[in-house]
């Protein structure tokens, strides 16, 4: 990906592993004013960026437009105690499953009674590391349009994103872009396998089902027409995949299965936010 003429805000990226990786990675290739990535484990990024491994180690006079919080949820309030005293009136981005808005901002003004922090919210997912992820927005009322468009420039660079108008709306993102990688991952999962059980090669089935889901994923991707008319345009009459269809579609099987899993998922988010 070339660099893009407007480069993208300056970030503090507070944990920089699987997720914060896979932005930064993308955010690199875009284009990035100076920014520093805190993370403990030794990482390198190109100048003028820097790392540090505490949040002592940050040079004094930098002032980030974006801090990116994207540590594990249950280790995120020793870096929010700090961040209070040293960025009071910061914009916070936090891609942080199961912490709400109202929980950041508290622990952030208990540490500094003069903090007046702007949290948004985003949940983005793996496909990120590759430039094509997804990504749901949620900001309070009181965000500028300036700390938005900062925010989803970000997440912009990195694959797609939606804004939902209500906070509870991050927990049905969570549990159909958050989590819908691995529901993939199970299908290709599930496909190998029973492509060895028809008699194929380990390895034949392996590279069928990947590239199937690949290709199929590429191709709803571009057309304009919707999934149920390209399934429809697979799917002759009396044909083999009618037969399979007939499996996944009767009433107790995908119809209710998939519902049932997604509500699954938003239920345990909601769980996590509580
Ligand atoms: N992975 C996903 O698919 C995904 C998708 C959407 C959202 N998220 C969200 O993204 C967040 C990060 O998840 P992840 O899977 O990327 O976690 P991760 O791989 O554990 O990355 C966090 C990194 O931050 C470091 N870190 C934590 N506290 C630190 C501190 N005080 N000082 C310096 N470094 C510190 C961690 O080091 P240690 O391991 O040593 O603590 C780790 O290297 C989570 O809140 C998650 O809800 C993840």
Not at 146 to 168: D, F, I, N, P, S
């Amino acid at each position: 990906m070339p660099a893009h003429p407007s480069p993208l805000p300056s970030v503090l990226l507070a944990g920089c592993g699987q997720m914060g990786g896979a932005m930064l990675e993308g955010w690199l290739a875009h284009g990035l004013k100076p920014s520093v990535v805190l993370d403990r484990h030794s990482r390198t990024v190109p100048a003028p960026h820097t790392v540090v491994s505490t949040l002592d180690e940050i040079p004094a006079p930098f002032q980030p437009d974006v801090i990116v919080l994207a540590v594990k949820p249950q280790k995120a309030d020793p870096v929010l105690d700090t961040l209070a005293v040293l960025y009071p009136q910061a914009t916070l981005l936090s891609v942080m499953a199961g912490r709400t808005v109202e929980s950041l901002t508290r622990r952030y003004t208990q540490a500094n009674p003069k903090a007046n922090p702007v949290l948004i919210r985003a949940m983005p997912n793996t496909p990120c590391a590759i430039g094509a992820g997804m990504s749901g927005l949620y900001a309070p009322p009181q965000a500028t349009d300036t700390q938005k468009a900062h925010c989803a420039a970000l997440l912009a660079a990195v694959g797609e994103t939606v804004w939902v108008e209500r906070e509870e709306l991050i927990d049905s993102v969570t549990a159909i872009s958050g989590s819908g990688p691995a529901y993939v991952f199970l299908l290709a999962e599930l496909l190998e396998k029973a492509g060895v059980e028809q008699g194929l090669p380990a390895e034949n089935a392996r590279t069928l089902a990947r590239k199937t889901l690949y290709g199929a994923g590429a191709l709803l991707n571009q057309s304009p027409a919707d999934a149920e008319e390209l399934r429809r345009r697979v799917t002759s009459p009396g044909g083999t995949t009618a037969e399979a269809l007939k499996v996944f579609m009767a009433p107790d099987a995908w119809p209710a299965i998939v519902p049932r899993a997604v509500a699954a998922a938003a239920r345990r988010a909601r769980e996590l936010s509580s």
